[in-house]
């Protein structure tokens, strides 16, 4: 079976990328493995991410948007072309895909992914984690604030599995384009607010703390887990590791309690 991954970045992401490919590699059991990078210009290092993914097994894709493709979107410095790409991915991917799981390059996969990818979603377009167990009370405020209170919870769109047959008739330019006109004032993190506020109730619950693990949150996931959930266990289960926040562990001062994990994938990946 082929599967298919989907990453946004721009030249700031791409070693990032490829230290994320290679953990996937490493950890999972892909036959066949492809990925498609959504860029607004070429990237500087294509071909080292070529290159790269070429030593891994992968099949690399570049999908370059170009810059004048959202002129009638509402942009600003708020609001730039890019917040699009994962909610319009599906206009540029080929018509044949049916599945693809798009993460974000701050991600890190430590055991396998193959049984997310080949989760079986019904007539759900997306499946996606939510941290509601961390943050409860931010959770209802979200439903609030974007006027969904049919959604099971506010959802982290850092891990997003598409079901594409469903998103394509579904998912409308015109109709995000007048969600963020109608609550451009509400939104606080723009792609991720429209996800929720549009398609939220139709979003299938993925638990977080197998494929959307906050390693900012490892005291509280310890803790509304009596234990269970400790790093062990983590080390034992865990999917897939998101270093959400303003620190980063390829930053030379992270200090957090992943970032040695992250810096030896980092030094093994191809270069």
């Known amino acids: 079976m082929h599967h298919n991954l989907l990453f946004s970045i721009n030249d700031n992401f791409s070693t990032q ?6 953990s996937i590699r490493e950890n999972s059991s ?28 992968i099949n690399y894709h570049p999908v370059v948007v170009g810059p004048q493709l959202f002129k009638d979107s509402p942009t600003t410095d708020r609001y730039p072309e890019t917040i699009y790409y994962r ?17 974000d390059a701050d991600i890190l996969c430590i055991n396998d992914l193959r049984p997310l990818l080949e989760l079986k979603m019904g007539e759900a377009p997306y499946a996606a984690a939510s941290h509601s167990q961390l943050t409860e009370m931010a959770n ?27 998103i394509r008739p579904l998912v409308s330019r015109q109709a995000i384009f007048e969600f963020i006109e109608k609550n451009r004032f509400q939104l606080f993190l723009p792609d991720q607010d429209v996800l929720n506020g549009l398609y939220g109730e139709r979003i299938l619950p993925l638990p977080d703390q197998l494929y959307n693990f906050d390693v900012r949150k490892k005291m509280v996931y310890e803790t509304i887990s009596r234990g269970q959930w400790d790093l062990d266990w983590v080390v034992a289960h865990t999917v897939l590791l998101h270093f959400c926040g303003r620190d980063k562990p390829w930053q030379s001062d992270y200090s957090g ?11 093994r990946s191809p270069k």
């Not at 990328?17 to 290679?22: C, I, N, P, R």
């Not at 892909?30 to 290159?51: C, G, R, T």
């Not at 909610?87 to 993460?103: C, G, M, N, S, W």
């Not at 994990?261 to 030094?267: I, S």
């Open 87 to 103: 909610l319009l991915a599906q206009e540029f991917l080929p018509t044949e895909l049916e599945r693809i799981l798009y993460l």
């Open 30 to 57: 892909f036959s066949e493995l492809s990925v498609y990078v959504m860029q607004q210009q070429p990237l500087k290092q294509n071909d080292k991410i070529a290159e790269a993914c070429h030593q891994l097994g």
């Open 140 to 166: 209802v405020i979200n439903k609030v604030r974007l006027q969904n209170y049919e959604a099971e919870s506010y959802f982290n769109s850092g891990v997003l599995l598409m079901n594409l047959p469903q």
């Open 257 to 267: 309690r992943f970032g040695a994990l992250y810096k030896h994938y980092q030094h």
């Open 17 to 22: 990328l490829v230290t994320t490919l290679y």
